[in-house]
């Protein structure tokens, strides 16, 4: 390769095979004038499996390498067998971090983490933390936030233990302290997504305790947080409860906010019977539990740019209906609540397409259709709901930076995070028609949108 190459279009070729590592080293070796851009690339966004984060640690204190370790931007952890069901420690990954100066962004991906040798010490912390399918040891949890807790904290599919653990519980039942997740160490935390945790054997007396989703929240400065990604099961009294706290007392700078319903159902029940047939309510938004909390967005939450529902779907025969429907009730209470002065996207998210459900074709083709939970939902008054939310301004159209609504197929938050809205697939199906028919008086001002994630090797 020509060393009379500008070092900006090196650059720029080495940007295209990011993420190539056979390809930048063989790149490295070509010339010793692309050498050091090469290594810059190849190390910069470096992927590593969990048991040879000890190793390179070792490797980049030599001598010869030390220049490398500036290098590295974005670290990766990967599952790999070699580490076993006891996971690797936590102390490896704390040493490696003291020695990336340069790190901005750590991502975990079904990793195992104990704590062996693990010393709580200072904190090492990196711009954006991204967590999924891993599982915490021990007291490593809680090490782990206080330790690389940065802007941005995402923790979705994890195994955790007993309860006591976050507080740094020890096996004598004395409080370690050292252990506990600080208000402090999430000082700076712009931005929080917490998705499903499952937790081991919970000891005699635990069940009540705080779950360390609610615990986070608790811990978040007041008011300081950006963005919010939280599931709540309104079934759970403490989920309801401790996201209804957050927002009244903490949500005031928040500007977007996502909320998945989809997890937990709402058991049918003679109460909730009478309910669902409540199609208007005390308020005109149909019946609801009324134990179910209201919240005024447009007072704890008066900068909200995007709001984010999740919300659960299911299928049933036309003469059984289910309470699903009390969710989308709640969800459309919130919603008129939202600060017209600045929303400006509401998502509508659904766990899968309901007209591609194989069990709702089979039955339709069978001559018995299924009766979704979108079609029990009272469009006139979502319709009605979102005139008033979305300021239009003065004329037709996207006034003043109005998006609109979308509605499509969303399962988790994680989705969207990783595929972006910009690389939704439209469908000119079912749904499409289904809900630009629904929504005709915003579809006609172009402020309606139906949507998928787009997978790798949908084929979409």
């Given at each position: 390769m020509?060393?009379l190459?500008?070092t ?7 940007d ?17 004038h ?8 190849l ?6 499996q969990?048991?040879q ?6 490797f ?7 220049h ?11 599952a ?9 420690p ?9 020695l990336?100066?340069?790190?901005q962004?750590l ?5 195992i983490?104990?704590d ?17 399918n891993t ?5 490593t ?7 690389f ?11 955790c ?9 020890s096996?004598?039942g004395?409080v370690n302290e050292a252990?506990?997740?600080r ?5 700076s935390?712009?931005s929080?997504?917490?998705g499903v945790v ?11 305790s705080?779950?360390?989703p ?11 947080l950006?963005s919010l990604?939280?599931?709540c099961?309104?079934?759970d009294?403490h ?10 007392t903490k949500a ?5 906010l996502?909320i ?15 309910l669902?047939?409540?199609e208007t309510?005390?308020?005109?938004f149909?019946g609801?539990?009324?134990?179910w ?9 008066p ?31 919130l ?20 007209f591609?459900n194989?069990?709702y ?12 939970t979108?079609?029990r ?5 979502w319709?009605?709901?979102l005139?008033g939310?979305l ?17 499509g197929?969303?399962r ?13 697939t ?7 028609t289904?809900?630009r028919e629904?929504?005709s ?7 309606v949108r139906?949507?998928h ?6 084929g979409?």
């Amino acid at each position: 390769m020509s060393s009379l190459l500008p070092t900006e279009l090196k650059i720029a070729i080495l940007d295209r095979l990011q993420g190539d590592a056979r390809t930048l080293s063989a790149v490295s070796l070509t010339a010793h004038h692309w050498l050091l851009p090469a290594q810059s690339a190849l190390f910069s966004h470096l992927t590593l499996q969990q048991s040879q984060v000890h190793g390179f640690a070792e490797f980049i204190r030599l001598e010869e390498h030390r220049h490398l370790a500036e290098e590295v931007v974005r670290l990766q952890l990967k599952a790999d067998k070699a580490a076993g069901w006891d996971g690797a420690p936590l102390s490896d990954l704390i040493d490696l971090r003291v020695l990336l100066p340069n790190l901005q962004s750590l991502i975990l991906d079904g990793v195992i983490l104990n704590d062996e040798n693990l010393v709580p010490g200072s904190a090492h912390p990196c711009d954006t933390v991204e967590v999924d399918n891993t599982s915490f040891l021990g007291t490593t949890f809680p090490v782990f936030v206080n330790t690389f807790a940065g802007r941005v904290l995402s923790v979705n599919h994890l195994l955790c233990p007993m309860l006591q653990s976050i507080y740094g519980y020890s096996d004598s039942g004395q409080v370690n302290e050292a252990s506990w997740i600080r208000a402090s160490s999430l000082a700076s935390l712009r931005s929080l997504n917490i998705g499903v945790v499952h937790l081991t054997a919970l000891k005699f007396g635990q069940e009540g305790s705080e779950t360390w989703p609610h615990y986070l929240l608790r811990m978040c400065e007041g008011g300081e947080l950006r963005s919010l990604g939280v599931k709540c099961d309104m079934n759970d009294r403490h989920d309801r409860e401790k996201l209804h706290e957050f927002l009244t007392t903490k949500a005031r700078n928040l500007e977007h906010l996502r909320i998945d319903y989809a997890g937990g159902v709402v058991h049918f029940s003679g109460p909730h019977a009478a309910l669902v047939r409540d199609e208007t309510g005390q308020d005109g938004f149909g019946g609801i539990p009324a134990i179910w909390p209201s919240i005024d967005l447009s007072k704890t939450c008066p900068s909200l740019l995007t709001l984010t529902l999740i919300l659960t779907l299911d299928y049933t025969s036309p003469h059984h209906p289910t309470d699903s429907v009390l969710i989308w009730r709640h969800a459309l209470r919130l919603i008129a609540t939202a600060p017209r002065a600045s929303l400006r996207l509401l998502t509508i998210g659904v766990p899968e397409n309901p007209f591609e459900n194989v069990q709702y074709q089979v039955a339709a083709a069978r001559g018995t259709p299924m009766v979704t939970t979108l079609q029990r939902v009272d469009w006139g008054k979502w319709e009605e709901v979102l005139m008033g939310v979305l300021d239009f301004g003065e004329g037709e159209g996207d006034g003043d930076g109005v998006v609109g609504v979308e509605i499509g197929e969303l399962r988790s938050f994680d989705e969207r995070k990783v595929y972006g809205p910009g690389q939704r697939t439209i469908w000119s199906g079912e749904l499409e028609t289904f809900v630009r028919e629904k929504l005709s008086g915003l579809d006609k001002r172009g402020l309606v949108r139906v949507f998928h994630v787009d997978r790798p090797g949908s084929g979409l």
